[in-house]
């Protein structure tokens, strides 16, 4: 990729001499491996890989798009003056709009780390160990079927602008997920995990697949004979998964600068408002180890850790570029594509809780007669960023009978106004989870995207149950 940024280059000159105000190109090389193993064979086996570069051209305030395949300077240059023609043709049938907010676009390279690239590995060691984890989950009795996937991916992007910026960012990415299903007298239910981590194939072929795949297993069975609980207002502990997926679905996508600044979020005109207790402290972090790796977002923007949280305030928005100059603050780094075709988005990253002073033991203790909450078998929701409402269909849960974990539930949802949970958070665990996954992610205008998102356990009194 690095033998066309001298043509990329060229091509923004071209258009910033034909009155682009600014333009900016990411150059992307992709790759994506998926394996799935269906109770005795290989049922699926994919590659696929993708190379490309995308240009953006502000224009009157207005940005135009264009991308290309094709690498030689000629085409380059002309998808260059397409994305200029399209961001004037904008211009001229709308009002014009604000400038871009300045930012530190420097010259950087940015790789994760990783030892065994998993491109490299042997297909027959993955699916020796798909073929390991399915086989432990149908051992165990009562599971009917069981599948398991490996995936692996490497994204490889290069962000150039034409005020002079540079920026090279790298990653891989591999997991390893289970599904598995159960029957009992009171029908079939399924409950999945996922293992991902921005790492190399070292991380999957290091994981304990017997023991992963057992317990999943088990919990599938546990989860076909629980009862479904009686809808209502509980006294609830979320485990650090239940939590990451509030956050990011509920609070995280609020707090996405184009959206506040269309008016379609809840936390619009709240800056500076008590939404919480001062033991709830909320951050977007591109680095975060457990998480995805986004060192520099899709404008060049350096991504550190955001508080948009802090000790129950509400102190930022995240924003990119065209968002901050609007909001009146700086960019974020939260600027993502899905790849070089796409229109930039303010995206999350690694969106979390941060921990606080209870020990888990201790907020199980503190929660006594409770419901705790976990989201293995999790199958989403809905959420209305403009309303701050939501619910969640969340996996297998238990009843809390003096903090201790008695019978199973099944069929739990939680739905509410996330304002609502906030301000009912009673206590922050100390422990901290985040997690990202190479199967999925978070969409947004029809574009996908890796994030991670988690928390510690929280105890929140008076969330609304869902069952029968």
């Given at each position: 990729?690095?033998?066309i ?28 491996e ?7 064979r ?15 051209v ?19 240059v002309e998808?260059?003056l397409q ?11 709308s009002?014009p709009s ?10 950087d ?5 990783y030892?065994v690239?998993p ?13 390991k984890?399915v086989?432990?989950a ?13 995936g ?10 034409s ?21 009992s ?19 999957v ?5 017997d ?12 989860a ?22 509030l ?60 508080v ?12 990119g ?6 909001l ?17 988005l ?14 888990p ?24 960023p ?5 619910t ?19 069929g ?34 029809g574009?996908?995207?890796r ?18």
């Open positions: 990729m690095d033998e940024v001298g043509n990329v280059q060229d091509a923004l000159t071209r258009v910033t001499r034909m009155g682009a105000e600014y333009a900016d190109a990411r150059i992307q090389a992709y790759e994506y998926l394996i799935v193993y269906d109770k005795n290989v049922s699926d086996y994919s590659y696929s890989t993708t190379r490309g570069v995308g240009f953006r502000f224009y009157a305030g207005r940005q135009g798009y264009a991308s290309t395949t094709a690498t030689d300077k000629q085409s380059l998808a260059a994305a200029l023609k399209n961001a004037k043709a904008i211009a001229a049938a009002k604000g400038p871009t907010a300045d930012s530190a676009i420097g010259k390279t940015a790789e994760s780390s030892k690239d491109f490299t590995v042997p297909e027959e060691d993955k699916i020796g160990l798909l073929r984890a086989e432990t149908l051992a165990v009795d009562g599971v009917v079927s069981a599948i398991a996937r490996f692996a991916q490497k994204d490889r992007r290069i962000i150039v602008s005020d002079g910026g540079l920026v090279r960012v790298s990653s891989v990415t591999t997991g390893l997920s289970l599904a598995a299903v159960a029957r007298e009171k029908g079939l239910e399924i409950v999945g995990d996922s293992w991902s981590r921005v790492s190399g194939w070292e991380y072929s290091s994981l304990d697949v023991s992963l795949s057992a317990e999943t297993a088990r919990l599938s069975v546990e076909s004979r629980a009862s479904v609980p009686r809808s209502g207002r509980y006294t609830v502990v979320l485990e650090p998964e239940v939590v990451g997926l956050m990011h679905e509920a609070l995280g996508h609020a707090s996405e600068g184009d959206l506040v600044v269309a008016g379609a979020s809840i936390l619009r005109g709240r800056l500076g408002e008590r939404l919480a207790g001062e033991h709830v402290t909320v951050v977007d972090d591109g680095l975060h180890p457990d998480g995805y790796y986004v060192p520099y977002d899709d404008e060049g923007v350096r991504k550190g850790k955001t948009v949280i802090e000790k129950g305030v509400l102190r930022r928005y995240l924003a570029r065209a968002e901050a100059a609007v009146g603050q700086d960019p974020t780094g939260n600027s993502r594509v899905m790849n070089y075709k796409s229109p930039i303010v995206r999350q990253t690694n969106y979390y809780i941060e921990p606080g002073d209870w020990k033991e201790e907020i199980m203790e503190e929660a006594g007669n409770a419901i705790y909450v976990t989201a293995k078998g999790s199958k989403g929701g809905e959420v209305d403009a309303a701050g409402t939501f969640f269909s969340v996996g297998i849960s238990w009843e809390l009978e003096k903090g201790e974990r008695k019978r199973p539930l099944r739990v949802t939680l739905s509410g106004m996330i304002l609502d949970v906030l301000k009912s958070i009673r206590a922050v665990g100390s422990d901290l989870k985040v997690k990202t996954s190479v199967f999925g992610g978070c969409g947004k205008n574009q996908l995207v994030v991670g998102d988690g928390g510690p356990h929280l105890l929140v009194e008076n969330l609304v149950i869902g069952g029968r």
